[in-house]
C-alpha cells in the first residue's frame, strides 16, 4: 500500500500552488548548494584526517616527537 503516482501529482500540484513556482526554483537552489557544500567539507575531512595519520606515522617511524619525563631540579633566569 504505497502511493500512487496520481497522489504524488496532487501533493505536487499543491505544493506548487502554495508556493509558488519561483520560490520553489530557490529552495532547490539553496539546497543544491547547501548538499555541494556539505560534500565538500566532508571530503575535505577526510583529507586533513590522512594528513594527520600520515604526519603521526611519519613522527612514530622516524623518532622525532617522543616525550621525556624528568623532573627539573634547577632553574636559571635569563639574564639580559
Known sequence: MGISIWQLLIILAIVVLLFGTKKLRNIG?????AIKSFRSAVKDGEGAKEDAQAETKAIDEGGEGQTIDGEVTSKEKDQV
Open 29 to 33: 537552489g539553496d539546497l543544491g548548494g
